[in-house]
């Protein structure tokens, strides 16, 4: 778009790496955005040590490791200041994460003053984070023991509940003989909560581990099976008709062109399937599995140890993130031609 009078462009196109800015702006931006971690970090410190205590004074001496803790982090941030104003490589990764750092720090603070220099949230429901780290480090063991026994449990029955959706989903998706019947069983026992089940089969073993471990693949199962059906059954008919052509068999076109076509659909139903695990697990575990993250929330809660409540919390969302960034970063490797359409 120009003026009347001249070539002059009204609104001036800019590359996607001008930012509006100069690269001189940019890097001034980014050593000054690495500040804020630090200042985020003085804040939380100051907030421990300015304030009175109104939640009773320290009862544990682990509760110390909060301000050291705190510490450590100040001084984190000093290097990475120091590093972003010295090397350029930094710069990037800084202006991305720094803002995200200090936001999470100022959150600490909020929760210290809402809890332990306020008490406008009481004992025992809403501990302080010194009081949270101070149990993350008592029972470092126990919570390590029952991530590893949540971590069994739900790889086992989400590696279960893939496999049988993948093969439940090719032969729905393939054969029409298969889909006619298949389909309507799908519509009836699919959108069946596998947490509703849990009271019925924990009683079918003495073992609970396995029945666990069917509740979560039954879960799993679902919506993979029908992203899975779904993507097999609309492979573009272009693609099998060249492969018969060239005289590709029965398994080669669904293995070889119609599988590999339907991968996009099938990570979606993982993705899915992933986060109904997550939610059947814990439930599960409160209920009948006398082990892993759930059994512990459920103990600590009943013997109102929220601190350990928490600190549980914590620990399983670090670890099913993980676990989930884990599969995204499978699916990037594999459909590179997607990276970056569905971000986590």
């Not at 009683?203 to 693949?217: E, H, K, M, Q, V």
């Amino acid at each position: 778009m120009s003026t009347a009078g001249n070539d002059v462009p009204l609104f001036p196109d800019h590359g996607p790496d001008d930012d509006h800015r100069t690269d001189e702006s940019l890097d001034f931006h980014a050593v000054a955005v690495s500040v804020a971690p630090l200042a985020a970090a003085g804040l939380v410190f100051a907030v421990h040590f300015g304030l009175p205590n109104q939640q009773g004074q320290h009862v544990d001496p682990l509760q110390a490791w909060y301000p050291v803790s705190v510490a450590i982090v100040i001084g984190v941030a000093i290097a990475l200041a120091l590093l972003t104003w010295m090397e350029q490589a930094v710069r990037p990764w800084c202006r991305h994460y720094a803002p995200l750092i200090a936001g999470t720090l100022v959150l600490v603070a909020l929760w210290d003053c809402l809890t332990s220099k306020s008490d406008w949230m009481p004992l025992p429901y809403f501990p302080g984070p010194d009081r949270v780290l101070a149990a993350m480090i008592k029972d470092s063991d126990e919570l390590l023991w029952s991530a590893g026994h949540s971590l069994v449990l739900l790889m086992s029955g989400y590696t279960f509940g893939v496999c049988a959706g993948l093969a439940t989903g090719i032969l729905i998706g393939w054969y029409p003989h298969v889909r006619y019947w298949g389909m309507p069983i799908m519509k009836f026992v699919g959108p069946i909560p596998a947490t509703a089940l849990i009271p019925l089969v924990m009683t079918l073993s003495r073992d609970s581990f396995l029945p666990a471990t069917a509740l979560i693949g039954f879960a799993v199962w679902f919506p993979v099976t029908m992203l899975t059906s779904s993507g097999i059954a609309n492979v573009r008919i272009s693609h099998l008709e060249v492969a018969k052509t060239l005289g590709a068999g029965e398994g080669y076109l669904i293995f070889r062109v119609a599988l590999p076509s339907a991968l996009p659909n099938i990570f979606v139903g993982m993705f899915m399937g992933l986060g109904a695990a997550f939610l059947t697990l814990i439930v599960a575990e409160t209920v009948g599995v006398q082990a892993g993250l759930g059994y512990y929330i459920k103990n600590q809660q009943g013997s109102m140890t929220y601190a350990n409540m928490y600190a549980a919390l914590i620990f399983m969302a670090v670890v099913f993130s993980a676990l989930m960034t884990l599969l995204f970063t499978i699916r990037d490797g594999m459909l590179r031609w997607q990276q970056g359409v569905i971000k986590w």
